[in-house]
């Protein structure tokens, strides 16, 4: 069967045209002396040690603070649990209000995004694929599902309507399978985040399930749906509210998107001008969710990750940013940028700078910063941008919490 809402339509964006800001690359890290040759004299042993240099951070210096970044107006939510998130205008990618921007955090389904960025375009939605017990076989226990049975045959519309509305891990391990395994598709999904210059992602699996390692961050998120929704079937799918899936023998059973600002449930109201995007849930991630919202021509995107207890904490805090966006976000001056993909001519994060970048470079800004100095989140280290080695310790996660909760987690993975 096909979908019941409206086919995925080319996407209404426009293309992204560079503003002034968005044109801001990232300055390159300073020169620093190095001494080389015969041993140090009585004088240089005697001098200071020369400062390090300073590091590139991904999309802007301020974005490695740890606390709330803003510049020219005020009116945040004064009540955000969340350890991480981010605020962003679709079109120029300018960041306009962040925290912790580059903490790196389990991030549950919402990974399912950069699966999307690297597969979707492989297998036109017409296609049709029959199932095998051998595509089921490694999905993790707990895991959530979207129903697929084996010995059934598939539209590639229909799988990709099980990823986006169910968070359906047996999707993704089937569309992974067309695509050469599960291996295979995990590392295209790393290349594609160093393509996107995502490095704060690490991926185990593509589907986001829990797995040791397997992290992102608030930025990476926003970087996957931004690329994401330029594609019109990413924009159709994670748009799409309810979808008739095959049940086998010629009958079929309805599904209904998980994003509850989206569709309107469990006691919240859909969200006025809501796009999408993904919504994620397991023990070890808590609550995670990145939204696109679209008002007056204006779209902004916002990810929120890991917030207090309640599982609508990440839609009210969601509603709460894209609200002060909208209101206030138009006269913020912008605290960072979202970077462009290499393979589509983003420049390479601590390369040298273009002319406008060098004139317009906000980095040096006076306006006050919450928060301390710069945090452990700067990606690239050292002259040249040579880039920081992902010691083993920072992938490592938090200890999984207790096993699934009961009723609607669905185990684990709850969407």
């Known amino acids: 069967m096909r979908d019941s809402s409206p086919s995925p339509r080319p996407s209404p964006f426009p293309p992204p045209s560079p503003s002034r800001r968005s044109l801001l690359a990232l300055a390159a890290a300073a020169p620093v002396a190095v001494a080389t040759g015969g041993p140090a004299s009585a004088a240089t042993q005697a001098a200071p040690a020369a400062p390090a240099a300073p590091a590139t951070v991904i999309g802007g210096e301020r974005l490695a603070h740890a ?21 962003a205008d679709w079109a120029s990618g300018e960041v306009l209000a962040s925290y912790r921007a580059h903490q790196r955090l389990a991030p549950a389904s919402t990974l399912k995004m950069l699966f999307a960025d690297t597969v979707l375009k492989k297998f036109d939605r017409t296609e049709r694929h ?37 968070s359906g891990n047996d999707a993704v391990h089937v569309l992974a399978h067309m695509n050469g395994g599960v291996a295979r598709t995990v590392a295209e999904m790393q290349a594609k985040a160093e393509d996107l210059q995502a490095l704060d992602t690490h991926v185990v699996s593509p589907d986001g399930f829990d797995h040791p390692g397997q992290i992102s961050s608030a930025y990476d998120l926003t970087l996957f749906a931004r690329h994401g929704l330029r594609n019109a079937d990413f924009h159709g799918y994670c748009g799409t509210r309810t979808a008739d899936f095959p049940a086998g023998r010629k009958k079929t059973f309805q599904i209904q998107n998980t994003d509850r600002l989206l569709t309107g449930s469990w006691g919240l109201k859909s969200y006025d001008g809501m796009i999408g995007v993904k919504n994620g849930y397991t023990s070890n991630a808590g609550n995670t969710f990145t939204g696109a919202a679209v008002r007056g021509g204006r779209t902004l995107l916002v990810t929120v990750m890991h917030p207090g207890i309640g599982s609508n904490a990440v839609y009210e ?86 096993a699934a909760r009961a009723g609607d987690s669905g185990g684990r993975h709850r969407r």
């Open 67 to 87: 606390g709330v970044q803003v510049r020219g107006v005020s009116g945040l939510p004064g009540k955000l649990s969340a350890r991480a998130w981010l605020v």
């Open 130 to 166: 029959t199932v095998t017990e051998a595509e089921l076989a490694d999905i993790p226990s707990g895991s959530s599902l979207v129903g697929i049975q084996a010995g059934t045959t598939y539209t590639v519309e229909q799988l990709w309507q099980g990823v986006f509305l169910r």
């Open 317 to 402: 805090e969601t509603a709460a940013l894209l609200d002060w966006g909208f209101a206030q976000g138009g006269s913020a001056r912008a605290v960072g940028i979202l970077v462009e993909p290499l393979s589509e001519g983003g420049a390479k994060a601590g390369g040298a700078p273009g002319p406008k970048a060098a004139a317009g470079s906000e980095a040096g800004a006076t306006d006050s910063v919450a928060g301390g100095g710069p945090s452990a989140w700067r990606l690239l280290e050292g002259a040249g941008g040579t880039a920081a080695l992902l010691a083993g310790g920072v992938w490592a996660l938090r200890r999984r919490r207790a």
